[in-house]
């Protein structure tokens, strides 16, 4: 029992109280409210948005009903014993379209909170707008530098050591992942101390650095095709008593690992058509196994 209610405080307050219990929110003489989110408030947030992260993916919505669960415990607290109010806050965070990528979606979702805390049902529509207007931006940020460039230099030196028997390769890729936590737990907490200013104050400058950093991508994805992909025919042209190696006399001369190459822009293509990548991974698994029964494929 102990062990279940630790868990249980894990991802939600430890002091939560009913509607008819939790205090009536304070209204400032400005009309704003008194901010009562804690840092702690807000790593619930964070730990919540990990466990159920792209879990209840909508196509009306995308990721709202995730971003509603995450926030769900925060918004009780901002709204106290106005539950009118509370529901209200409730079904916005399921109406409003939200879609960012994982590790950088709780800066937004963050800095939204600081909205509504401050302003109650008098910021959702501010707070919709920044959601809206920088989940694309920010995800470009956090897709290059956070999924594609780390994750595919950090993967392919863990795979590499890995294959040569090192275990230092799975405690490599092992801590990427709990630093990525650790990242996450944090973002919450920055996206609300930040508030309205999360990112904006980057402003023009994002779509300069989103499209340097996918030229910066798309080299070492490049480079990563030549060195990991590998795949060569040992097929030779045979003529009375001359012989020609289809891959060292032929492809290598017009492009080194040519046949890789193509392989990468095969699957690109049929990515790009909607083709399933597990039916991609089978169908390259099941070529690969007839090409080299047959000679035609080497390793």
Same mark, same amino acid.
Request: net charge negative; aromatic share 10%.
């Given at each position: 029992?102990?062990?279940? $209610?630790?868990?249980?405080?894990?991802?939600?307050?430890?002091?939560?109280?009913?509607?008819?219990?939790?205090?009536?929110?304070?209204?400032?003489?400005?009309?704003?409210?008194?901010?009562?989110?804690?840092?702690?408030?807000?790593?619930?947030?964070? +730990? +919540?948005?990990?466990?159920?992260?792209?879990?209840?993916?909508?196509?009306?919505?995308?990721?709202? &009903?995730?971003?509603?669960?995450?926030?769900?415990?925060?918004? +009780?607290?901002?709204?106290?014993?106005?539950?009118?109010?509370?529901?209200?806050?409730?079904?916005?965070?399921?109406?409003?379209?939200?879609?960012?990528?994982?590790?950088?979606?709780?800066?937004?979702?963050?800095?939204?909170?600081?909205?509504?805390?401050?302003?109650?049902?008098?910021?959702?529509?501010? #707070?919709?707008?920044?959601?809206?207007?920088?989940?694309? &931006?920010?995800?470009?940020?956090?897709?290059?530098?956070?999924?594609?460039?780390?994750?595919?230099?950090?993967?392919?030196?863990?795979?590499?050591?890995?294959?040569?028997?090192?275990?230092?390769?799975?405690?490599?890729?092992?801590? =990427?992942?709990?630093?990525?936590?650790?990242? +996450?737990?944090?973002?919450?907490?920055?996206?609300?101390?930040?508030?309205?200013?999360?990112?904006?104050?980057?402003?023009?400058?994002?779509? =300069?650095?989103?499209?340097?950093?996918?030229?910066?991508?798309?080299?070492?994805?490049? $480079?990563?095709?030549?060195? $990991?992909?590998?795949?060569?025919?040992?097929?030779?042209?045979?003529?009375?008593?001359?012989?020609?190696?289809?891959? #060292?006399?032929?492809?290598?001369?017009?492009?080194?690992?040519?046949?890789?190459?193509?392989?990468?822009?095969?699957?690109?293509?049929?990515?790009?058509?909607?083709?399933?990548?597990?039916?991609?991974?089978?169908?390259?698994?099941?070529?690969?196994?007839?090409?080299?029964?047959?000679?035609?494929?080497?390793?």
């Amino acid at each position: 029992m102990e062990a279940s $209610s630790k868990m249980s405080n894990f991802f939600k307050p430890k002091e939560f109280k009913d509607f008819n219990e939790a205090p009536a929110p304070v209204q400032l003489p400005d009309g704003s409210y008194e901010p009562v989110l804690t840092d702690e408030d807000l790593k619930i947030c964070s +730990r +919540r948005m990990c466990l159920m992260d792209t879990v209840s993916y909508s196509y009306a919505t995308q990721n709202a &009903p995730c971003a509603m669960f995450a926030s769900y415990y925060a918004l +009780r607290k901002i709204y106290g014993n106005d539950e009118d109010a509370f529901n209200t806050a409730i079904l916005n965070q399921l109406d409003c379209v939200f879609n960012a990528t994982p590790p950088v979606s709780g800066l937004l979702l963050g800095a939204g909170l600081a909205m509504e805390d401050k302003g109650h049902l008098n910021g959702i529509h501010a #707070e919709n707008d920044l959601k809206v207007g920088l989940m694309g &931006p920010i995800s470009g940020i956090g897709d290059v530098f956070i999924w594609i460039l780390p994750m595919t230099i950090l993967g392919s030196i863990a795979g590499y050591m890995a294959q040569q028997g090192s275990p230092v390769g799975i405690l490599l890729w092992l801590a =990427v992942w709990v630093a990525l936590y650790f990242w +996450r737990m944090q973002n919450y907490v920055q996206g609300y101390k930040a508030g309205a200013s999360v990112v904006t104050k980057m402003g023009d400058k994002l779509n =300069v650095l989103t499209d340097a950093a996918s030229i910066l991508g798309l080299t070492v994805v490049g $480079s990563l095709i030549y060195s $990991s992909v590998k795949l060569t025919t040992p097929l030779v042209f045979q003529y009375g008593e001359i012989s020609l190696g289809i891959q #060292e006399g032929v492809l290598d001369q017009i492009f080194p690992n040519i046949l890789g190459l193509l392989l990468a822009v095969m699957v690109y293509k049929l990515i790009k058509k909607g083709v399933k990548l597990n039916w991609i991974i089978l169908g390259i698994l099941a070529v690969s196994c007839v090409c080299a029964a047959f000679g035609i494929l080497a390793a």
